[in-house]
């Protein structure tokens, strides 16, 4: 499935130098398809795992290409997918972003209910306002406190479009019954924690060399320790949201006050929340998309200041 990645991407333009091809081979999407949805068939595994090497290339290009610090181009390029979604602007015939999206959107919506288009399209909107307030705050050097930090970070980390994207490849919708909305909102935002903290525990080195902030260093800032000392701390923090996202989804599946016809729906939509973060806290652990190799100013790739 790693060679289909690269085959769509290539295809599709979101591979622009041979640097991207290598990196996104480096980062086996395939692998993480296959544990994120691995009751799915070929065609739905595919899919997923050509949605995260979208999400993937787009922040990469952000963080480490020096887009995410220019907040009025962060919002050009996001009003030209935001109108792929929402059918408002014709798609560039040359490929690229857009044309992938389309790609990804044209497989994916047909599919879902209304509801869960109006939700993607909401949840894709979300992320992409924080990235445009997370680029304004890099460009004026705003540096936040944790509590603000945690808050943007689950608005940027892309969790919540992905879950999206899982519950339809693992045909496992969102239940009807709205006595489940707290809980599974609840799961989600546990799962959107985990992961960005996780995120910001693997680059952390590599963020602060391309001078961005991560949880990191937030909370080395707010409890004026080492480097290392905060990455305990961020680890400890990590380690309790996801004992607090099993145990929400542990009562969720039981199905305690959720009546009988919702309960089997709402179990298949925990069991695939939980597959999703696991294999993303696997993907973390082993992608080779954060080795050194990958750092800004290598195959002639933009070098951003040392400093927010």
Known sequence: MNSSVLSWARCLGLVTCTAEDERLAAMRLGEFAARAVPEAGTAAAELTAHWAAFVCLVDDRLDRGGLGSRPEEVRELFDRL???????????????????????????????????????????????RATYEEAAGRRDRVRLPLGDYILLRRRTITVFPMADVVERTANAPWPLHRGCDEGVSA?????????????????????????????????????????????????????????EFHATAAALAAGDGVPGAARE?????????????????????????????????????PVPSASL
């Open 82 to 128: 935001s109108g792929v979604l929402t059918s408002t602007r014709a798609v560039d015939p040359c490929g690229g972003t857009e044309a992938a999206l389309a790609d990804l959107w044209g497989r994916t919506a047909p599919g879902g209910s209304s509801r869960w288009r109006e939700r993607f399209v909401t949840d894709y909107g979300e992320f992409a």
């Open 187 to 243: 799961l989600r935002r546990a799962a959107a924690d985990v992961a960005g903290w996780t995120n910001d525990l693997v680059s952390a080195g590599g963020d602060l060399r391309a001078g961005q902030e991560s949880l990191v260093a937030v909370v080395g800032r707010e409890h004026g320790c080492s480097p290392s000392a905060a990455h305990e701390r961020v680890t400890a923090m990590r380690d309790d949201r996801l004992r």
């Open 265 to 301: 729906p709402l179990r298949r939509h925990v069991l695939a929340l939980q597959s999703f973060v696991a294999a993303t806290l696997h993907w973390l652990g082993v992608t080779g998309r954060f080795e050194t190799r990958w750092l800004p100013g290598r195959h002639g790739g």
